[in-house]
């Protein structure tokens, strides 16, 4: 049997990964080939490099494949690029959809380290690359941040409904208070150790600085939407951006029914939640082209927010091919008819 590929599953859990390697032959059948779990930490992850290797799988290319299951995957992940081997990490979403185009219905780690080890045989996928140590420091701050931000807005409803209770309870009010207090220390600090970071790092400096020519956009925002993105790296074309922003358009219509438009939100909301503000401030500060783009759509349909949206994706947009072409923003830039055609509005 001529063999392709060895494509090696690892489903991956808090203690423990399970792990399936499978082959695949010039006539497309897959077979399974051997399985194990192994403990989910350092000793767990050179025991499958030495698995993988007594296995003898050297005949053919070998790729690893996993889902990015929050950060239980990342040191796994990253041991094995650092011993030279093809990873493929897959949104949790895009592996169901899959095991379930297989017609399996029931659901253990074991059956799905073999549905992904059968993916990766079958599929060419991105080979994975972890992030720089600096984006990764920027996306866990700016992601407390965020986090504290909601604990703040919660902490404040509940202390005005406090302080209109029937029965005031002063305990409970300055145990509120001193809460909000502690988390608005917290954020400042954040805050001043993302600027801290940014200002360390020269090629960063220099790229935020030609971008936050912007008027509206701060250094905050900005250091989100990169952490996020890791850098635009793993971004080929600008409609991949968007798409994984979830500012991509999903249109309702068959025959004779037209329903209604909308953007599908099937993305990374942290994106689409920190361009919030910046869109509001480039209108309110009338920035073209932003502006002229929030005026043309508010006019033809009267919804503000669909025009904001328009503006967010718009930003976004702007902000990854000046990061790609490491260029610094100009507002009287003439666009290309090209770039045009990316960037046009929803409507």
Sequence with gaps: MQILRYGIGLDVSMEKFDACISVIDVDQKVVVKATRSFNNNAKGCQQLYKWVTSQGCRTAPVIFLMEATGIYHEAL???????????????????????????????????????????ICEQALPIWSPMSKTIYLLRGITRRIES?????????????????????????????????RLLQKQKDQLKKHVLHI???DAALTEKFEKICRIKGLGKLSLAVIIAETNGFSLFEKVGQVVSYSGYDVIENQSGKHVGKTRISKQGNGRIRRILHMPAFNVVRLKQKPFYDLYRRIYDRNKIKMKA??????????????????DVPYDPCYQQTSREKELVLSFV
């Design 77 to 119: 992940a990253h041991y094995l690029h650092s011993h030279d081997c093809a990873i493929c990490v897959v949104l949790p979403n895009k592996a169901k959809k899959y095991k379930q185009a297989l017609g399996l219905r029931s659901k253990t780690d074991g059956m799905d380290a073999k549905s992904l080890s059968r993916m």
């Design 148 to 180: 504290i931000t909601k604990d703040i807005t919660r902490t404040k409803c509940q202390l005005h409904a406090q302080e209109f209770a029937m029965y005031e309870n002063k305990d409970v009010i300055n145990c509120m208070k001193q809460q909000l």
């Design 198 to 200: 940014i200002e360390s």
């Design 308 to 325: 904001y949206t328009a503006v967010q994706k718009k930003l976004l947009v702007l902000i990854y091919f000046l990061w790609k072409k």
